[in-house]
């Protein structure tokens, strides 16, 4: 019996062994201290969109308008983007939509399906398959003036032309002063955009203006040129 103890004893230790060597050396190399990490610093969560804009994301989804929701972010210098959603789907294609506030997005989403497609299908004939755009978050000054422009505050889009299932294309640059129904569409959706945006922009306002429309949502009153 004693024999048999012994025994049991040796194989324990030969398998106490094998399993150390299958660790590759020792558990805790020789010469080195090892310390206890310190737990990682959990990332303080962003704070909740404010109750304004819950309810505008809200909206968007009620009106069946894809987009998805970006976090707050400080660029410096007073630039930001913040309660801002990037649209993806308003029922018409549109280029370069980047971070929009969402108040921004969707009066743009609203005056797009609203405001422009039945207005070129009644006065031109035609279903608008894509409007183009110059982009919206942009870190930069209001030209001429030192004051950041609400494009930098992702507040502001400008719209340069719109694309036809018929092929045509309406640019505010080449067709602002165009043919008469061409002009009376430009017209019609620029007054649209007057009852929807605080602020909106055509070549009438200036020459910086002479090839798009700009559109934001800053100030306090509403100012149309």
Same mark, same amino acid.
């Given at each position: 019996?004693?024999?048999?103890?012994?025994?049991?004893? +040796?194989?324990?230790?030969?398998?106490?062994?094998? =399993?150390l =060597?299958?660790?590759?050396? #020792?558990?805790?190399?020789?010469?080195?201290?090892?310390?206890?990490?310190?737990?990682?610093?959990?990332?303080?969560?962003a704070?909740?969109?404010?109750?304004?804009?819950?309810?505008?994301? @809200?909206k968007?989804?009620?009106?069946?308008?894809?987009f998805?929701?970006?976090?707050?972010? !400080?660029f410096?210098?007073?630039? %930001? =983007?913040?309660?801002?959603?990037?649209?993806?789907?308003?029922g018409?294609?549109?280029? !370069?939509l980047?971070?929009?506030?969402? %108040?921004?997005?969707?009066?743009?989403?609203? +005056?797009?399906?609203?405001?422009?497609?039945?207005?070129?299908?009644?006065?031109?004939?035609?279903?608008?398959v894509?409007?183009?755009?110059?982009?919206?978050? %942009?870190?930069?000054?209001?030209?001429?003036?030192?004051?950041?422009?609400?494009?930098?505050?992702s !507040?502001?889009?400008? *719209?340069?032309? /719109? *694309?036809?299932?018929?092929?045509?294309?309406i640019?505010i640059?080449?067709?602002? !002063?165009?043919?008469?129904?061409t002009?009376? /569409?430009?017209?019609?959706?620029?007054?649209? @955009?007057?009852?929807?945006?605080?602020? *909106?922009?055509?070549?009438?306002? %200036?020459?910086?203006?002479? #090839?798009?429309?700009?559109?934001?949502?800053?100030g306090?009153g509403?100012?149309?040129?």
């Open positions: 019996m004693r024999d048999v103890g012994r025994a049991a004893l +040796w194989a324990i230790s030969g398998i106490s062994a094998l =399993a =060597a299958g660790c590759g050396g #020792d558990l805790v190399p020789r010469g080195r201290v090892v310390s206890t990490p310190k737990p990682a610093r959990s990332a303080r969560p704070p909740p969109p404010s109750m304004e804009v819950r309810q505008c994301m @809200a968007l989804q009620s009106q069946s308008v894809a998805t929701p970006l976090p707050d972010q !400080n410096g210098g007073g630039c %930001n =983007a913040l309660g801002s959603v990037k649209l993806l789907d308003i018409v294609p549109a280029t !370069n980047g971070a929009m506030t969402c %108040n921004l997005a969707a009066n743009f989403a609203a +005056w797009a399906r609203y405001g422009v497609q039945p207005a070129a299908r009644l006065i031109l004939g035609a279903e608008i894509r409007i183009e755009t110059f982009g919206t978050y %942009n870190c930069r000054p209001i030209a001429g003036s030192g004051k950041l422009s609400e494009h930098a505050h !507040n502001a889009i400008d *719209v340069s032309a /719109f *694309v036809l299932s018929d092929g045509r294309r640019s640059e080449r067709d602002w !002063n165009g043919d008469k129904r002009r009376q /569409f430009l017209e019609v959706i620029h007054a649209s @955009a007057c009852k929807r945006f605080r602020t *909106v922009l055509s070549p009438n306002y %200036n020459a910086a203006h002479h #090839d798009h429309f700009h559109f934001d949502m800053g306090r509403g100012f149309c040129r």
